[in-house]
């Protein structure tokens, strides 16, 4: 860790990506989007910066976390608490967003009419949990990691992690010796391009900025405040609370240490794309082992989506109040389970947490021109949305981290706030 409070302000990366993100704003609304030609490309590179690190990254770090791991008692421990933290908190964050529709019922009174209707994005999204599980399963893991197919990139980097760690003395130190000197030169890499955060975050929130539709904002604004109420309540409320009783964990410290992480999320909207600022940020400023990090965030980045699951929730009950139809408490229910399974289900990416939300839909029966045009209302306005719940799903990951390294006996996590 590197704490380095001689810093000047102006030098330290949080204050510089704090003022890029106001001058983007500035620059994105001047001259009703003018000069996003010429700054556009910016934000383009460093998101592709980024992807570009994803696969080197999980594989790496997921290899030589495992393999470090060892004996499959203390794998099978790790993946245990895990899961049942990603459950945890996905259950909550669904149960958050069902209670914000039912106390403030946006669905009354919303005009979708005049929110125009846009065309929904082409992402591939599984249809069933079984598939889910199927697809996990790569055919090929070359093109697995070529196709961004995380899941099974996961799970090929697991297994082989786990039997690097069962080999004989000799070829498991060199192997890993390989694979953690490979490891180090790709967070190397990783840090470089976190230079460039300010200059990445100033050109997508003059993007974000320069293409907001303002109209449909009026039209949709209860819903708006619906779907923001829930993800701050999460936020700010339920995942600050797991940290504390799960974690002994200060909260206003985990926020601190988090901020490169939460900006980057907040301004790609691509959980994935934020994922080696989320590594590098866990392990060096929260102060996570790899061992820990590698295994809770990669997983995160893909499956536990607590923005996405509150949206989900949210969403559908919001256009079911709107086209007038009261859902029973069993299909309340129903929608609870499935947005959870629809949060894992979504890809890391900008809007997918939008198109996956047919998923949900159908299992309530709710289909039909209506509800199409309802779903192209809210696509209309979804970037700002996309940006908040992408935040909260990388800030949940990161609390997960947190408290699983806590409980595996790491005593430095979060000790204090690390600056630079
Ligand atoms: N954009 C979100 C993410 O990458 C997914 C979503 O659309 O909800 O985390």
């Known amino acids: 860790m ?3 409070p001689a810093l000047p302000w102006y030098r330290k990366l949080h204050i510089q990506v704090f003022i890029a993100m106001l001058l983007g704003a500035f620059v994105g609304k001047l001259g009703d989007g003018a000069v996003l030609p010429y700054i556009d490309w910016i934000g383009t590179i460093f998101v592709r910066l980024l992807r570009m690190m994803i696969v080197p990254l999980v594989f790496a770090s997921i290899v030589s976390g495992v393999a470090s791991v060892g004996g499959g008692r203390t794998l099978g421990r790790l993946f245990s608490k895990t899961l049942g933290y990603y459950v945890l908190s996905s259950t909550l964050a669904v149960l958050v967003g069902l209670v914000v529709v039912n106390v403030l019922k946006p669905g009354l009174g919303a005009d979708f009419g005049a929110a125009a209707s846009q065309t929904l994005p082409e ?24 196709n961004g197919d995380m899941l099974s990139l996961i799970l090929f980097s697991i297994l082989l992690g786990a039997s690097i760690a069962v080999l004989p003395e000799k070829p498991r130190s060199t192997l890993m ?40 904002f009026k039209a949709l604004g209860m819903y708006m405040v619906t779907i923001a109420t829930g993800l701050t309540l999460h936020l700010f ?4 609370l797991l940290l504390m009783l799960l974690g002994k964990i200060k909260p206003s410290i985990h926020f601190r240490n988090m901020l490169d992480p939460l900006i980057t999320a907040f301004s790609s909207s691509s959980s994935a794309a934020t994922l080696p600022v989320t590594m590098r940020t866990v392990e060096e400023k929260v102060g996570v082992s790899n061992k820990v990090s590698s295994f809770v965030l990669p997983m995160g980045a893909t499956v536990n989506m607590d923005g996405t699951a509150l949206y989900e ?5 919001f256009i079911a109040q709107g086209l007038g139809i009261e859902l029973t408490l069993l299909q309340q229910g129903t929608v609870v389970l499935t947005a959870i399974l629809a949060s894992i289900g979504a890809a890391a990416v900008p809007s997918a947490g939008l198109v ?11 289909r039909g021109p209506q509800v199409d045009l309802m779903v192209g209302a809210m696509l209309a306005i979804d970037r700002p949305l996309d940006m908040y719940r992408t935040s909260v799903n990388v800030f949940s990951d ?16 979060d000790a204090e706030v690390v600056s630079g």
């Open 2 to 4: 590197h704490n380095n």
């Open 177 to 216: 010796g390989v694979v953690d000197a490979f490891f180090q030169a790709v967070m190397k890499m990783t840090s470089w391009i976190i230079m460039i955060l300010p200059l990445g975050v100033f050109s997508l929130i003059a993007r974000a900025v320069g293409t907001l539709g303002f109209e449909e």
């Open 313 to 317: 929730c949210a969403g559908v009950l």
């Open 237 to 240: 409320l339920v995942l600050p």
């Open 356 to 366: 996956i939300i047919f998923l949900v839909l159908e299992s309530v029966n709710l």
């Open 398 to 413: 990161s609390c997960g981290a947190a408290i699983i390294a806590r409980s595996e006996g790491e005593t430095n996590v």
């Open 123 to 146: 992402l591939s999204t599984p249809s069933s949990p079984l598939d889910l599980l199927i697809d996990m399963v790569p055919l090929n893991v070359v093109s697995a990691a070529a």
